[in-house]
């Protein structure tokens, strides 16, 4: 009876064992579906972001449309200035990716997802490549109030991103037959996605 009552012990301890082991599994899985879920969501914001974001073909094009929309809100363009790319690189990954990726263990991994991602392979940090280019132009126009207004209005509904920062207005000065116009300097700044594949080939040539 009392080897009954050992063996019968053994199974309840095993059985928990299994158990607790079997919620483990399943926490796992669930925390590989959110983060395959939140891959899938980036990989989609990636693809809008391009679509968004001017290749180098495009360039002189936009430029162009942002000079055609000072025209059509009556500014004058005083300096129009490119000024060299500057690399921006994509510090970190978005809260939750890198936290539900450390959780997961080697064994509990999906082919699918990169060991070295999701935690599986320690090993020397990458060195962090740009991801995007910023390019900047100086400009400086001059217009009345409502012109200059105007211009950054029909630049911020250009179809790609474009920022303008460092906004500095002069002072004021009435013109005959124009009123009082103003002196406006601003850094425009639009953005390209680095083609690894262009750059490679540049290279070779």
């Known amino acids: 009876l009392s080897s009954a009552m050992e063996k ?16 483990e ?12 879920a939140d891959v899938a969501k980036l990989s989609e914001n990636y693809k809008v972001a391009l679509q968004k974001l001017p290749n180098q073909k495009e360039i002189p094009a936009l430029f162009h449309s942002v000079a055609l929309a000072g025209k059509d809100a009556g500014v004058e363009f005083l300096l129009f200035e490119p000024k060299p790319p500057v690399p921006k690189i994509l ?14 263990k080697p064994s ?8 070295s991602v999701a935690g599986g392979k320690k090993g020397a940090a990458a060195t962090a490549e ?15 109030y409502q012109n200059i207004l105007y211009f950054f209005f029909k630049v911020a509904q ?12 002069g002072d004021r000065k009435e013109v005959k037959g124009k009123g009082y116009i103003v002196s406006t300097n601003c850094i425009i700044k639009t953005y390209m996605f680095i083609d690894k594949k262009e750059k490679v080939s540049e290279k070779t040539k």
């Open 8 to 23: 019968r012990s053994a199974l309840s301890v095993k059985y928990t064992e299994v158990q607790s082991k079997i919620k």
């Open 25 to 36: 599994k399943e926490k796992i899985a669930k925390q590989i579906d959110q983060y395959m």
């Open 91 to 104: 510090e970190k990954q978005p809260a939750g990716l890198e936290k539900t990726a450390a959780l997961l």
């Open 108 to 115: 509990d991994q999906r082919q699918n997802l990169d060991p």
């Open 130 to 144: 740009p991801f995007y280019e910023e390019i900047p132009v100086g400009v400086s126009v001059i217009g009345t």
């Open 158 to 169: 250009l179809p790609r991103i474009i920022n303008v920062s460092d906004i500095t207005i």
